[in-house]
Antibody, heavy 126, light 110 residues
Framework: QVQLVESGGGVVQPGESLRLSCAAS????????LHWVRQAPGKGLEWVSV????????FYGDSVKGRFTVSRDNSKNTLYLQMNSLTTEDTAVYYC???????????????????WGQGTQVTVFS | QSVLTQSPSVSGTPGQRVSMSCFGS????????VYWYQHLPGAVPKLLIY???LRPSGVPDRFSGSKSGTSASLAISGLRSEDEGDYYC???????????FGGGTKLTVL
């Protein structure tokens, strides 16, 4: 079945780095845009980033711009989020999510997300 | 402070109809589609409404979405106890060049 499985979360100190992975299965990975969304403790959902099906188009939320980098390996059906210069404000559950429609590039890459992973916890703790 | 503004909470009794709003601007809701998500305790977010008022397959027709200008609404009819949870609106924002979520509305079924 269609599935996204995140990994790579953990506990780090402020200023450190972490790389999240999201392994996909059950669909044609290379045809879909993919997003990262996070939820801090007691807070709402926050959009983090999106990468187009080819990886050529990238967008980031203001709170992570310049620190986080999204990428994908279509040969491995895997999405990544490289997180640098982490702060306590980055503590959250991070979800990867697939756009509802595949089949090419379109703008804007709206948060139209029909498949979600179970999330991975990132804790930045001094 | 979220770019999209939602009321913090709404409540209703079983069988009742409730609605919740999402207020944005001409940089987001005014020019792009709105999406609604249901986030139940212990579950992952679920897409309820896409492109303002369309339901993915499997979402009951008790859920409906609408949009007017720079605001959108989600209505739930025939309220059930299992509907209790958080509801989020989302859209693309042209000024931010990114996605945005509302702060969420907590639905309590009394």
């Amino acid at each position: 079945q269609v599935q996204l499985v995140e990994s790579g979360g953990g506990v780090v100190q402020p200023g450190e780095s972490l790389r999240l992975s999201c392994a996909a299965s059950g669909f044609t990975f290379r045809s879909y845009s993919l997003h990262w969304v996070r939820q801090a403790p007691g807070k709402g959902l926050e959009w983090v980033s999106v990468i187009s099906y080819s990886g050529a188009s990238l967008f980031y939320g203001d709170s992570v711009k310049g620190r986080f980098t999204v990428s994908r390996d279509n040969s491995k059906n895997t999405l990544y989020l490289q997180m640098n210069s982490l702060t306590t404000e980055d503590t959250a559950v991070y979800y990867c999510a697939r756009h509802r429609e595949g089949g090419g590039y379109y703008y804007p890459p709206s948060p139209d997300l029909s498949v979600w992973g179970q999330g991975t916890q990132v804790t930045v703790f001094s | 402070q979220s770019v999209l503004t939602q009321s913090p909470s709404v409540s209703g009794t079983p069988g009742q109809r409730v609605s919740m709003s999402c207020f944005g601007s001409n940089s987001n809701i005014g020019i792009f589609y709105v999406y609604w998500y249901q986030h139940l305790p212990g579950a992952v977010p679920k897409l309820l409404i896409y492109k303002d008022n369309l339901r993915p397959s499997g979402v009951p027709d008790r859920f409906s979405g609408s949009k007017s200008g720079t605001s959108a609404s989600l209505a739930i009819s025939g309220l059930r106890s299992e509907d209790e949870g958080d509801y989020y609106c989302a859209a693309w924002d042209d000024s931010l060049r990114g996605g945005v979520f509302g702060g969420g509305t907590k639905l309590t079924v009394l």
